[in-house]
């Protein structure tokens, strides 16, 4: 029976980025991912800060800069920036993937494709022992001193060490389209309850000429494929014109919400198994690696130790929280007050931010993976947001309530 330090079940950007960090310091690393290739099929949008730049070390999975936003409300109304600087970029999110593999490959850590976690059996000498099922559907064995949970929404090794409490999941379906008459470095945001309750619709240039487009939603009983085609019936209308054919379609799903421990006895969860997700706007790159870079830390330490307890690796929901958790707990909050807005109230924010003279505002504060930093401003001055949103504005003006979030790094440019 194969033993390694840690075995990491799942080649996303969490995983990968835990296994490179844990590799690298010289620990013996299995990742095991049930897809035959990294990367495919693909997981999300693809939108990042130029932080997940920085985490990846490389700039070659990025397809282009975006340094413009339009949030459009049910009536179509809008408000539109755009920054001297690039905000965001787009990126080949397999190519994401498949780098921070190849990168953690390169730092010792062993790679298993078509490989599925199906249990964890009894341990053995304080070490984990977990069932694997293999290409050719040969079944197997490894031990391993922890176990790291990097499996996403449905985490099987979330279920195998119940840790998994119910988060709210909205299902997420995405298409590619092959040309697009949006501007090339602006993202659009659609709101309203026809198209897309819960959260939002989207318009991501695609670096290449086309864009991206989809929706994530409540899981209300209506398909979210049914609301992608409003959406398509929406962006036909606002662009005079139907959209071409999509080339490829995405259905995933988001987690939104919290879980009380996402560590236990020689076991951690990180990226979506974990919850780590921002929920106003589903993204969860940025956190998930940030906080596989805990984890990493976190389980380095407690390696050298000899002490994988339930309490030592406490420390890992510890530093992630108090690193994130404040971000977290804002934004579900207003996310609670924004699900609960009608299409008359989303088109009323939508007036009062444009006609506030808030543009400056948005520009200087706007950051992708802080978005409760610039809500914070904006209610701070804006008194028509005060009158559509009371009790927000008083959750952010509270005692406690003057946090702000990391500077942001120069981003990689590209060449």
Not at 153 to 161: L, N
Not at 240 to 258: D, M, R
Not at 370 to 381: G, K, N
Not at 385 to 391: D, G, M, N, S, T
Request: proline share 7%; glycine share 10%.
């Amino acid at each position: 029976m194969e033993e390694v330090d840690v075995l990491v079940v799942g080649a996303g950007p969490a995983g990968s980025t835990v296994a490179h960090r844990l590799a690298e310091r010289g620990r013996s690393v299995a990742v095991v991912e049930e897809h035959p290739r990294v990367g495919y099929p693909v997981q999300c949008a693809g939108l990042v800060s130029r932080r997940v730049l920085e985490l990846a070390g490389s700039e070659r999975m990025v397809r282009c800069p975006v340094r413009g936003a339009s949030v459009f409300g049910p009536s179509l109304g809008s408000i539109s920036f755009k920054a001297d600087e690039p905000r965001a970029y787009v990126i080949d999110r397999a190519g994401l993937d498949i780098h921070l593999a190849e990168r953690a490959a390169a730092a010792g850590a062993r790679y298993l494709t078509s490989t599925r976690f199906d249990e964890r059996l009894d341990p053995s000498d304080h070490r984990e022992v977990v069932r694997l099922t293999g290409a050719g559907s040969e079944v197997f064995e490894i031990r391993a001193r922890v176990v790291v949970g990097a499996d996403g929404v449905s985490s099987a090794v979330a279920r195998a060490y119940r840790l998994r409490r119910p988060v709210e999941i909205l299902p997420a379906f995405e298409a590619e389209i092959p040309s697009s008459p949006g501007d090339p470095e602006t993202v659009e945001v659609y709101l309203g309850r026809r198209i897309s309750p819960g959260l939002f619709g989207w318009w991501i240039p695609d670096g290449r000429g086309g864009a991206r487009v989809g929706v994530a939603v409540d899981a209300d009983g209506t398909s979210a494929r049914t609301y992608y085609a409003r959406l398509v019936e929406r962006l036909a209308q606002r662009f005079g014109a139907p959209l071409p054919k999509p080339t490829a379609f995405l259905v995933s799903g988001i987690p939104i919400g919290t879980v009380p421990r996402t560590h236990g006895s020689r076991v951690v969860l990180v990226g979506d198994a974990a919850a780590q997700v921002k929920p106003l706007s589903g993204g969860g790159i940025y956190t998930g690696m940030r906080c596989a870079e805990i984890a990493a830390r976190v389980l380095d330490a407690a390696l050298a130790r000899g002490d994988l307890s339930e309490a030592a690796l406490a420390e890992y929901d510890r530093a992630w929280r108090a690193e994130l958790g404040e971000e977290f707990r804002r934004a579900l909050y207003l996310r609670r007050v924004f699900c609960r807005l009608s299409d008359r109230d989303l088109d009323a924010l939508v007036e009062a931010l444009r006609s506030g003279g808030l543009h400056g505002t948005i520009v200087a504060f706007g950051d992708i993976d802080f978005p409760t930093h610039v809500a914070r401003e904006l209610l701070a001055q804006s008194p028509s947001l005060v009158r559509l949103f009371p009790k927000a504005l008083g959750a952010w003006l509270a005692p406690g309530a003057g946090y702000r979030a990391p500077d942001l790094e120069p981003g990689p440019r590209r060449k």
